[in-house]
């Protein structure tokens, strides 16, 4: 009995290694500024404090769950969604926009950069005579 050659792994983009990890610690963030909003009772008096918490966890589970999708188009598009959405938390915190800033920099980079140096690693395997080996 022999066993199975181990399946290569999925080439992932630098805009997709660099993004999940933007998304996973702006998650953190996120999720602790609800507890801010919650804290400070900085909802409107006609809704429950408790809903900072409930906004902040939900956040916290669409940016992991983005995190692991950006392969598609799809969630980098909402990625960018989600970076105003966040910056909305800024009319209930002002402080809020410094973590809006910081992290929508990041994202910016991650998304923009990381995609010029992308297709410039591309052209260079190209150039170079077709696929080159992945490094670990």
């Known amino acids: 009995m022999t066993a199975a050659a181990p399946r290569a792994r999925r080439y992932r983009t630098l805009p997709e290694k660099i993004g ?3 998304l996973g610690f702006e998650a953190i963030v996120v999720f602790l ?10 909802l ?5 404090p408790w809903w900072g918490i409930v906004a902040g966890a939900v956040m916290l589970v669409v940016l992991l769950a983005l995190s ?11 990625g960018w969604i989600l970076q105003g959405v966040i910056a909305l938390g800024a009319l209930l915190v002002p402080s809020i926009l410094l ?15 990381g995609a010029r ?14 696929d ?3 490094t670990p």
């Not at 409107?44 to 429950?48: D, E, G, T």
Request: net charge positive.
């Open 68 to 78: 692991g999708a950006l392969r598609w188009r799809w969630a980098r598009v909402t």
């Open 20 to 22: 999940s990890v933007v």
């Open 99 to 113: 973590v809006t800033i910081i992290f929508g920099a990041m994202w910016a980079y991650a998304m923009i950069g």
């Open 132 to 134: 080159l080996p992945d």
């Open 44 to 48: 409107p008096s006609s809704v429950p």
């Open 117 to 130: 140096i992308e297709r410039r690693v591309q052209a260079q395997r190209s150039a170079a005579g077709g």
């Open 33 to 42: 500024a609800g507890l801010v909003i919650f804290g400070l009772r900085a």
